[in-house]
C-alpha cells in the first residue's frame, strides 16, 4: 500500500504546480516578496499613511457544476477573483493579494492549470497577485470529476478613505450597475427550473434569452473595480456601496444604510431576459426573484444628486449600463420598492393583465363626429377644424401588413411619442397639443410631406427596405449610399447614413429612394428635403445620447414632417418607439455581434424575425400569430418605454373604446 493507492497522488499534485507556475506569475506585482511554492506568501505594504487591510473569502457555490458538466473550467476561478474583489470594494479597498483552495476527489493537472490560469485572468486584471494556494486530494469527499474552490483576499485602504455609509443622507440617489447575469449567485434554483424542471440543454439555444443556456449561466462575474476607480479618479464622493450577491437588492443595500435611512427603489432598468425565463419556467414570486437572484444589477454606488450624471457617463464609458434606480430616504434601514416606480420582470405589467387585455385590444375606432377619418397602418385620423385628433390603436404592422392587435402598445406609442416630442422641441417644432387620453394625442393640423426620412445606423434589418436585406441581394448603392465591401451583418455604419422612403398608403409597400430620386419625382422641394435630412441627424443624434445613458443603442429610426399653414416643416406622427425604431441592448452588442448571432432587441423586429422564420415577408397569406409571442412583444413594448424614459409604465386595462369616447368628450359630442 502506498499514499497514491490510498487516494492521494503526490506526482499529479506536483505536475499541478509545475503547470500553474507560469500563469500565477503573471499576477506578481513588485510589493510580492515571495515565490511559487513558498510556505506562505510575502507581500511588502504599499506606502499608506494609516493603512487598513480588509479581508474577504468566498466561493462560486452551485455555477461551479456548469464546470463540471461543460468541461470548461477556466471561468469559475475568475468568477472567484471577482466576487472576492467587489466584496472588499464596497468598503473602498484595492485588492493587494488573492489565496486559493481546491479540494478535489482526484487531481487533475490539466484542470486544476484550467481553474488557476482563470483566477490568474483576473487576478492580473485587477492587479492582485496570487501569492498562495492549496490543492487538497480527498478521494471519498467528492464525487468523481468534481471539486470545490474557495478564494480569500486581502486588500488596502487609508483609514480616512474607508467607505461605511455613514455619510449616506436622505435625498442621495442610487445608481445601479448593471450585471451581464447570475454572477455567482443564484444557481441552484436557476438549474433546478431550467434544466431538472423545463428540460432545457444547456448546449440549446433559446430564443427568449437569445444565446445558448450554457452561454448565459457561464457569464463571467463581471468585476466593478474599474468603474469604482474611475470615479475616484473623477473625484466623486461615493457615499456607500453594495455588492449584489445572494439576498439580491433587498438584503445587500441595508448592510451599508445608516439606522435612518430607507432605500426607496423608483427607476428602471435593463433586465435581462434570463431571469424572465427563470420566473416563467419556474412560475417563481417575483420578491422571491429580488430575493434570490441580483436582477440584472450587480452592485451599488450612492452618492449625492449632484453627481449622478457623471457617475452614469464614467460607468457606460467604461462599457457597464448604469442607472438611477433610487433614492435615499427617511425610513429604518431597509429597502422599499415603490408602487410608482420600481422595476419588474415584466416591465410593470404583469403577464396575467396581458393575458387578459388580448381581449380588449384597440383595433379600430369609429367616432366620425370627430371629424374626417383617415386611417392609417396604427393610427385614426380625424381632422376637423384645423386640428387633429390621433387614436394610436394596438394595431401591428409590419412589412406594410397589418399582422394583428397587442396588448397596451397603442398607449405605449402614443407616451413614448409624447416624451419624445417634449426631448427634442429645441431641435425641430412639433404638432403635439394635448394627450387627453393614454391612446390619444390632439394635435395642429399639417400637410404631410409623402416622404419618410429614414436614419440608419447600422447595417441590419429583415424588410425588403431594410440595409442588410438589400446588402445580402448584392446592393451597394443603397438610396444614394455607396456601402463598402464585405461588411457583416449588424455592423455599425461609420456614420449614420440617410435612406429615404416614399410614404405608401394603407396595404402598399413603402419604397425606399435616393434624394436625387425624390426630387425627380417632385415629392417635396430641394430645400424641403434638405431641412428634413438636417433635422432628421439633428434628432438622431439626440436620441442615441439619450438610449445610450440607458444602455440602448438606437439603431435606426423613421422621421415624418408636415409643413403648416406658412409652409414650414414640423415633425409629425412619432419619433423613436418601438413601431418606428430599432432598439438592441448596448452590453451584449459586441459579444454577439463578433460570434454573428442576433441581437438582443426590444422593438418589433422580434415579430418580424418570428414570421421571416415561417417564409412570411409580406406576401402571402399572414401566419397565425399566437397569444405568447403577442404577450411578448407587449411586454417588449413596455420594456421599451420604461427603459428609455426612466418611467414606470402605467397601463389602463379595460374595454379602451368608452374610456377613449369619454376622454375626448371634451372637443364634442362623439
Not at 405589467?349 to 386611417?375: I, R
Request: glycine share 8%.
Amino acid at each position: 500500500m502506498d499514499y497514491k493507492n490510498a487516494g492521494v497522488d503526490i506526482d499529479a499534485a506536483n505536475e499541478a504546480v509545475e503547470r500553474l507556475k507560469k500563469h500565477v506569475k503573471t499576477t506578481y506585482t513588485p510589493q510580492v516578496l515571495s515565490t511559487v511554492g513558498s510556505f506562505g506568501g510575502l507581500v511588502e505594504l504599499p506606502y499608506y499613511k494609516k493603512p487598513v487591510l480588509v479581508s474577504s473569502t468566498d466561493g462560486v457555490g452551485t455555477k461551479i457544476k456548469l464546470a463540471f458538466w461543460t468541461g470548461k473550467h477556466d471561468t469559475v476561478g475568475q468568477d472567484l477573483v471577482n466576487h472576492c474583489v467587489n466584496d472588499i470594494l464596497v468598503q473602498g479597498a484595492t485588492p493587494l493579494f488573492f489565496m486559493d483552495y481546491i479540494g478535489t476527489g482526484k487531481v487533475e493537472p490539466e484542470i486544476i492549470e484550467q481553474i488557476v490560469k482563470g483566477m490568474s485572468i483576473a487576478c492580473h486584471q485587477t492587479q492582485t497577485a496570487l501569492v498562495k494556494g492549496e490543492i487538497a486530494e480527498m478521494k471519498d469527499m467528492y464525487k468523481q470529476g468534481e471539486y470545490d474552490i474557495v478564494g480569500a483576499i486581502v486588500g488596502i485602504v487609508e483609514k480616512d478613505d474607508i467607505v461605511s455609509g455613514k455619510e449616506i443622507q436622505q435625498g442621495d440617489v442610487i445608481i445601479g450597475l448593471a450585471s451581464n447575469g447570475l454572477h455567482t449567485n443564484g444557481y441552484t434554483l436557476a438549474l433546478k427550473v431550467l434544466l431538472e424542471q423545463s428540460g432545457i440543454k444547456l448546449h440549446e439555444y433559446v430564443n427568449e434569452i437569445g444565446c445558448t443556456l450554457q452561454e448565459a449561466l457561464m457569464r463571467i462575474h463581471t468585476c466593478y473595480l474599474p468603474v469604482v476607480k474611475g470615479l475616484w479618479k473623477s473625484a466623486v464622493k461615493i457615499k456607500g456601496m453594495a455588492h449584489i450577491t445572494g439576498g439580491g437588492l433587498v438584503e445587500n443595500i441595508p448592510r451599508i444604510l445608516p439606522e435612518e435611512c430607507d432605500a426607496a427603489i423608483t427607476g428602471s432598468w435593463n433586465m435581462l431576459p434570463i431571469f424572465g425565463l427563470i420566473q416563467r419556467l419556474g412560475n417563481v414570486a417575483e420578491d422571491e426573484m429580488f430575493r434570490v437572484f441580483n436582477m440584472s444589477i450587480g452592485f451599488i454606488v450612492i452618492v449625492s444628486p449632484d453627481r449622478v450624471a457623471q457617475v452614469i457617463d464614467v460607468a457606460q464609458r467604461l462599457g457597464i449600463p448604469a442607472y438611477a434606480i433610487g433614492t435615499i430616504v427617511k425610513g429604518a434601514g431597509d429597502v422599499r420598492f415603490t408602487s410608482n416606480g420600481t422595476v419588474g420582470l415584466h416591465s410593470g405589467v404583469s403577464e396575467k393583465v396581458l393575458a387578459e387585455q388580448l381581449a380588449h385590444t384597440l383595433e379600430m375606432t369609429d367616432f366620425p363626429s370627430l371629424g374626417e377619418k383617415y386611417e392609417g397602418k396604427v393610427r385614426d385620423n380625424y381632422s376637423k377644424d384645423g386640428r387633429r385628433i390621433i387614436i394610436a390603436t394596438d394595431r401591428l404592422s409590419a412589412f406594410d401588413r397589418i399582422l394583428c392587435t397587442i396588448p397596451f402598445k397603442g398607449q405605449v406609442l402614443t407616451q413614448m411619442a409624447r416624451f419624445w416630442f417634449e426631448q427634442t422641441t429645441e431641435i425641430c417644432r412639433n404638432h403635439m397639443i394635448d394627450v387627453p387620453d393614454a391612446n390619444v394625442m390632439v394635435v395642429n393640423e399639417c400637410t404631410a410631406l409623402p416622404v419618410e426620412m429614414v436614419v440608419r445606423a447600422y447595417l441590419t434589418g429583415t424588410t425588403t427596405t431594410s440595409a442588410w436585406y438589400n446588402y445580402e441581394k448584392g446592393v451597394r448603392n443603397f438610396c444614394g449610399n455607396v456601402l463598402p465591401e464585405e461588411m457583416k451583418k449588424d455592423q455599425k455604419f461609420e456614420q449614420p447614413i440617410l435612406t429615404p422612403s416614399t410614404k405608401a398608403e394603407k396595404g402598399a409597400h413603402d419604397e425606399s429612394v435616393s434624394r436625387a430620386e425624390i426630387l425627380r419625382r417632385g415629392l417635396v422641394t430641394e430645400k424641403q428635403f434638405d431641412e428634413m435630412a438636417r433635422i432628421s441627424f439633428a434628432l438622431f443624434q439626440r436620441g442615441q445620447e439619450i438610449c445610450a445613458r440607458q444602455g440602448i443603442i438606437l439603431v435606426d429610426t423613421k422621421y415624418e414632417f408636415g409643413v403648416d399653414e406658412k409652409g414650414e416643416i414640423v415633425l409629425i406622427d412619432e419619433i423613436h418607439t418601438p413601431d418606428s425604431s430599432r432598439f438592441w441592448f448596448a452590453d451584449s452588442y459586441g459579444e454577439l455581434f463578433a460570434l454573428g448571432k442576433e441581437q438582443r432587441k426590444i422593438d418589433k423586429e422580434y415579430v418580424r424575425l418570428w414570421l421571416a422564420e415561417r417564409g412570411f415577408r409580406g406576401d402571402g397569406e399572414i401566419p397565425l400569430i399566437p397569444d405568447d409571442v403577442k404577450i411578448e412583444t407587449a411586454r417588449r413594448y413596455i420594456q421599451a418605454y420604461e427603459l428609455i424614459t426612466g418611467v414606470r409604465f402605467i397601463a389602463v386595462p379595460g374595454n379602451p373604446i368608452e374610456r377613449v369616447r369619454k376622454n375626448l368628450k371634451r372637443y364634442g359630442p362623439i
